[in-house]
């Protein structure tokens, strides 16, 4: 499903994101569809990935029921594959990203020489994709345009975009939800490297919301052959999108002003689609069925969920 175009009852907003579309039903529910729309460098690619819709909100429907005795969570049902109802709530304006290597972002500033990132010390003597001694949290702002950006614990509280008593209990919630996706990877031959999560309220409850440890959200490495790459100073092999930014920016995009989104062939477009099957595969231990929904059929399908909510 590229995108979609429901009236659904009880409609009182409609957000089109990079790669999902969010009904919100009586301020009180929202439903959400993932599309087989593709971002990165934040640019909607032009071609639709089948199934990569299905394989998110799959993944995040696991993850999210092995971890709802830890944190609360947004979900009410999935009527669909690629669909989502859940509990419209009060979305707290940071994104909490949970690192327990030294790769991506946090190697990007340390390679500069930097030692602080979000306010957070990193240890000296470390290498690319080393593992932190803890994990780190390093926030984010959320923004609704452009690039979220970096901010501290301390200027989260002080500006007040978070309470200082819920502050720290999102910081528990997102190492309690780590160490649980770090021991599920494990269990799948695979390392959970760093993820984020998104976090909202309804009165005094905190719930987890959007997707959780998914290939898009989150980075994994494959646990065999770590050590040895490690120490060999060689590339670990990942399991997250990375593969598709890597073909874009080696075929000269990356997102800059003036730069043209190299051709997606059907074979490279087949590839994606593959790639995301085996990273639903390798993560959840399942095999994936492929489902193909109508529009008419998918908007009856959630009207006939939402009544029985």
């Known amino acids: ?13 409609f957000y089109k994101g990079k790669v999902r579309d969010v009904y919100t039903i ?3 529910l929202m439903v959400m569809v993932v599309s087989d729309r593709i971002s990165a460098f934040d640019v909607v690619l032009p071609r639709p990935i089948p199934y990569k819709g299905q394989v998110l ?23 669909l594959p690629n669909v989502t109802i859940g509990l419209k709530c009060e ?31 990193m240890p000296e003597g470390l290498k690319e994709n080393d593992f932190f001694p803890t994990p780190i949290i390093t926030p984010t702002t959320k923004a609704h345009e452009g690039h979220d950006e970096d901010i501290s614990r301390e200027e989260i509280i002080a500006q007040g975009l978070v309470s200082k008593e819920d ?24 390392i959970l490297v760093d993820t984020k999560y998104e976090f909202g309220k ?9 997707e959780i440890h998914t290939p898009d959200s989150s980075r994994y490495f494959y646990a065999e052959g770590y050590e040895e790459n490690q120490k060999n100073g060689a590339q670990q092999k990942q399991l997250s ?20 989104v190299p051709e997606m062939t059907d074979e490279f477009v087949n590839s994606v689609s593959e790639r995301y099957i085996e990273l639903f595969e390798n993560i ?11 529009a008419a059929d998918a908007e009856s399908t959630i009207i006939a969920a939402l009544k029985s909510l």
């Open 26 to 28: 009586e301020d009180r």
């Open 57 to 79: 909100n799959q993944v995040a429907a696991i993850m999210l029921d092995a971890t709802k005795d830890i944190v609360p969570n947004w979900v009410k049902s999935s009527p």
């Open 284 to 294: 959840t231990g399942q095999k994936f069925v492929k489902e193909d929904v109508a």
């Open 202 to 210: 309804i009165g005094d409850t905190i719930y987890v919301i959007d």
């Open 167 to 190: 502050y720290e209990q999102l910081e528990k919630y997102t190492l309690a939800l780590f160490e649980r996706g770090k021991e599920m990877a494990a269990k799948r031959g695979l």
């Open 91 to 121: 979305t707290f304006p940071v994104e909490m990203v949970v690192r327990g290597n030294l790769t991506g972002h946090a190697w990007r500033t340390y390679k500069t020489g930097q030692r602080t990132l979000c306010g957070v010390t």
């Open 241 to 260: 999108k990375e593969f598709v930014r890597e073909w874009l920016m080696a075929n000269g995009f990356q997102g800059k002003d003036g730069q043209q």
């Open 1 to 13: 499903m590229l995108e979609s175009s429901f009236k659904l009852p009880g409609q009182t907003a």
